[in-house]
């Protein structure tokens, strides 16, 4: 890659959330291998970001490869209306098989957002085949669920600024974000907003949907596996299903395979995505009871009303099993849980630097919240010049690395962040 495409890619290409006309720098990478990305230059990067939670294994995974260039030599793609074929049979069995015994119909898509499309779509249905009007869902703020139109009602209101899309925007129940943090004492009133809310509205609400434990764009926060528990028992009391979305949170990143096992609990409906195939290719599962798929199935439209023309994309899929048969070695309970030691020891350090806000580490992910909101391109550049790729957002500074990270590489990403958080230059001053 020369300037000229970099100039191309300014004047035409989109990236996530960015200006056509004003937009931040772009680092051209060409290649990936293990946790290093490889930029145009020549320089390598440590990769602190798994590319958004999804690269668990690293990049470039010779199985994973294997996999995909195995399936490209059956097929790459073949409808999935009326056909079938083996990597999705094999995918949905390891799914079935490793997600609550409750959990047993799955419906694949293309992204983490259509998941959640997916997900409400079947709640409603749900309830229309019950012969209930209950359009309206309830959540919590500081939520994220995804960029698509169902996907960002749900999502905290001002973070996905509704404002834009006032009157178009469905108008679903937030309840205030869960306070009490994930190791701290449980307090009974955390909860209670959401209980009332649920309380006054159950007639309405088709469905609680939230992501359990970690609320990730949305903040970055780790709420009390008591809270879930609770809002668990809360749906089932008051006859409301649960979505639980573990786009992020799905896969280990927590320490638990699935954040919802922290709290103990499933839900009515789980939304997969992410590092469901490695990180390699988008992919996503939503996953349901018996019940709500038959219920859905025996209502007036006699079907799910939802078929994405790449639905169980063979790629994807071949890619997806194998991912999962390398979660299946179960080496990630020891790779997480160090990597978590790990940042623990070297972040909850920086809880001193008068920059810094607060400090959280779960799993394999750590938080470094500071009181003004990163100057973007300064601390990018900051950590590109120091050999990371770490890519925050608003006032958090974060790591979620792939499992496989060494502890030499580890510490190369928690010293920049350490320094990055002596430096007054890289923050803005105005909120
Ligand atoms: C990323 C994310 C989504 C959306 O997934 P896409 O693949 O980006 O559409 C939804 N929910 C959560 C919790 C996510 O982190």
Known sequence: MNEDDLTFDRQHIWHPYTSMSNPLPCYPVVSAREVMLQLADGRQLIDGMASWWAAIHGYNHPRLNQAISTQMTQMSHVMFGGITHPSAV???????AITPDALQCVFLADSGSVAIEVAMKMALQFWQARGEQRQRFLTLKRGYHGDTFSAMSVCDPQNAMHSLWKGYLPQHFFAPAPQCRFDAPWQQDDVTPFARLLAQHQQEIAAVILEPIVQGAGGMRFYNPEYLRQVKA??????????ADEIATGFGRTGKLFACQHAKITPDILCLGKALTGG????????????????????????????????ANPLACAVACESLALLQENRWPAQVAAIEQQLRAALMPLRAEALV???????AIGVVETHCPVDMAAIQRFFVARGVWIRPFGKLIYLMPPYIISPDALSRLTQAVALAVKDATLFLTAE
């Open 280 to 311: 390699t290719m988008t992919l996503s599962a939503t996953i349901t009871t018996r019940q709500v798929a038959e219920t859905i199935s025996n209502g007036a439209a006699g079907c799910f009303m939802h078929g994405p023309t790449f639905m």
């Open 357 to 363: 806000a607060d400090v959280r580490v779960l799993g």
């Open 90 to 96: 094999a995918l949905c069995r390891q799914l079935v």
């Open 234 to 243: 809360a749906c089932d009391r008051d006859g409301v299903l649960l979505i």
